[in-house]
């Protein structure tokens, strides 16, 4: 099955810093891949979708200029966060699909396994 | 956007059969999918169900109602490693391929 990576796993930092997170596909082209920000026992929540090539698409309430995302190959997306702050503390999770074409039917998300991230 | 409703917690017994119900309103439907997600670890892919019926992937099966906006998720014979939250993701067809979550369901399976 389709796999993909999330580097790192973990990271503490001081408030004020950055932080970068990378999101690869190991083995399949990702055309698109999505950042999701999870809280202690709340659901999923969307920041924003990329396309390869492209510049982001980042849902309502979600700084674009805070959390920086960049697709620049089909295996890779990054997301930094600037100058992070105690409540930027939370489980961001990458997903990816294959495919971009809008409403394909039975497109499957592949989910890399999560960085967690702890801002002093 | 998509109003999806599941219990917030479960209980069952290693060895018995439980369902996850979920419900969910959405303008236009394409696809309900439901994830395992382990605590600390990202959702894992169980099901996708775009047509009404049931899906049978071994100890797992899912069902879906479109006219009554509701899918159920049914574990058989169940281990303790099937403790987890189950998330209920439904897509819509308002130009967007992207499900939307569901807060989730945390079972708790005992001996």
């Known amino acids: 099955g389709a796999v993909v990576s999330q580097h790192p796993s973990w990271v503490i930092c001081k408030s004020g810093t950055s932080v970068k997170i990378e999101c690869r596909s190991l083995?399949?082209?990702?055309?698109?891949m999505f950042w999701y920000r999870q809280f202690p026992k709340q659901s999923l929540m969307l920041m924003a979708t990329s396309n390869e090539g492209s510049k982001a698409t980042y849902e309502q309430g979600v700084e674009k200029d805070k959390f920086l995302i960049n697709h620049a190959s089909l295996t890779l997306s990054t997301l930094t966060v600037t100058s992070a702050h105690p409540e930027d503390s939370s489980f961001y999770i990458c997903?990816?699909?294959?495919?971009?074409?809008?409403?394909?039917?039975?497109?499957?998300?592949?989910f890399g396994p999560g960085t967690r991230l702890t801002v002093l | 956007g998509q109003n999806i409703d599941q219990p917030t917690e479960m209980t069952a017994t290693e060895g018995a059969i439980v369902q996850i119900n979920c419900t969910y309103q959405?303008?236009?439907?394409?696809?309900l999918f439901w994830y395992q997600q382990h605590a600390g670890e990202a959702p894992t892919f169980l099901s996708y169900n775009v047509l009404d019926g049931l899906e049978e992937k071994g100890r797992f099966s899912s069902f879906l109602s479109r006219s009554k906006g509701y899918s159920y998720l049914l574990l058989k014979e169940l281990q303790m490693k099937d403790s987890a939250s189950y998330l209920c993701a439904v897509r819509d067809q308002r130009g967007s391929y992207i499900p939307t979550f569901g807060r989730g369901t945390s079972l708790i399976v005992h001996p």
């Open positions: 083995d399949f082209q990702a055309t698109t």
């Open positions: 959405t303008s236009g439907f394409n696809g």
């Open positions: 997903s990816a699909t294959s495919r971009a074409s809008r409403g394909a039917v039975g497109d499957t998300q592949y």
